[in-house]
């Protein structure tokens, strides 16, 4: 069977009536593309402190409003979709754009199966990362694997950010001990830290895409019964202080973090950051020193940095 991917073009203003079209007509996946979203974003502090001002200005100024449609229903739903544009642009008080209706087609196995191409066994330090439908040979005996479904959150072990923690994660010993991973994402970290011998691990995310994920892949690596995975933020909660810590966030909410984070991690305790980009790596540093923490090692891969200090 073949799906469509039927774009309109239009507003700011317009963008959430076409959407809304869509939804109306039975398209599936509706998704809005503004750059007065990434603006937004990008003006804010909470979040996107590593994101390209090139790629704000070259974004088109269009906004693109895309749903799905499968093969059967094409011509009724566009035509529907068409008539929808038009009574919009009648009745509404505001610039909604030209309407333009693009259509493209997508193959259903490129639909289904595509993105997992861009996937293979990342081998670190600590783990090796496969995803769950490659056939994969241990290089070793002693190769630990950690088996993924990366779903939509982030971490799969390919970024660098995930990567180095991991790495990190190999050069420390973990065996019997806690672990608290913050901002969890696929739950790599905490899964990794279980099969690297570690006790027990806490996971949380305030995202709930991200816990759902987390909780399959642990079920994955058979290591459920040791994690504890919740949608949270760790300051909110009340957590016996872990041997070890993971934040893998961005250089903002790390240093945010930083005059709270040492009441959740034991004297002696380690803690490994990560999501920081070059340009911040002094800022992050300086926080966490400032903060009474000891500067163990500082790892670099391309534009992004890892930090590991001892409490």
């Known amino acids: 069977m073949k799906w469509y991917e039927v774009t309109l073009v239009s507003t700011h ?34 979040v996107w402190d590593y994101i390209d001002e090139n790629l704000v200005n ?15 229903e094409k011509t009724e739903v566009l035509q529907k979709i ?7 642009k009648k009745n509404s008080p505001f610039n909604l754009g030209s309407g333009e209706i693009i259509v493209n087609s997508i193959d259903d196995e490129d639909w289904k199966n595509e993105w997992k191409k861009y ?10 990362v496969v995803p769950v439908w490659i056939k994969y040979n241990k290089i070793s005996d002693k190769e630990k694997i950690l088996w993924i479904n990366p779903g939509m959150a982030f971490g799969t072990g390919e970024h660098e950010t995930t990567k180095m923690c991991l790495d990190l994660l190999g050069e420390i010993d973990v065996s019997g001990k806690t672990v608290i991973d913050v901002g969890t994402g696929s739950g790599i970290l905490g899964i ?13 995310d305030i995202d709930s895409t991200a816990i ?28 016996e202080p872990a041997d070890v810590v993971f934040a893998n966030i961005t ?7 930083s005059k709270d984070i040492g009441r959740f991690l034991k004297d002696d305790g380690t803690i490994i950051l990560s999501g920081i980009i070059h340009a911040r790596l002094d800022e992050v540093k300086s926080a966490y020193e400032n903060c009474g923490f000891k500067f163990v ?10 930090l590991e200090f001892k409490k």
């Not at 070259?58 to 059967?72: A, C, P, Q, T, Y």
């Not at 996937?119 to 090796?128: A, D, E, R």
Request: glycine residues 6%; negative net charge; proline residues 1%.
């Open 13 to 46: 203003e317009g963008a959430d009536l076409f959407a809304d079209a869509l939804f109306s007509v039975g398209c599936g996946g509706v998704s809005i593309y503004d750059k007065q979203d990434i603006v937004a974003l990008y003006d804010s502090d909470i």
């Open 58 to 72: 070259n974004l088109d100024d269009r906004v693109f409003v895309k749903g799905i449609i499968g093969e059967e």
């Open 82 to 88: 068409a008539e929808e544009i038009e009574n919009l």
């Open 119 to 128: 996937y293979k066994p990342i081998v670190t330090k600590s783990v090796t």
């Open 192 to 204: 990794a830290s279980i099969l690297s011998d570690a006790k027990s691990a806490y996971m949380c």
């Open 212 to 239: 759902d994920t987390a909780k399959e892949n642990a079920r994955l690596n058979n290591v459920s019964d040791r994690c504890e995975i919740e949608r949270a933020d760790l300051l909110g909660k009340s957590k």
């Open 251 to 257: 250089a903002d909410i790390l240093i945010r973090l």
């Open 297 to 306: 090692r500082h790892v670099r891969d391309g534009e992004w940095n890892a």
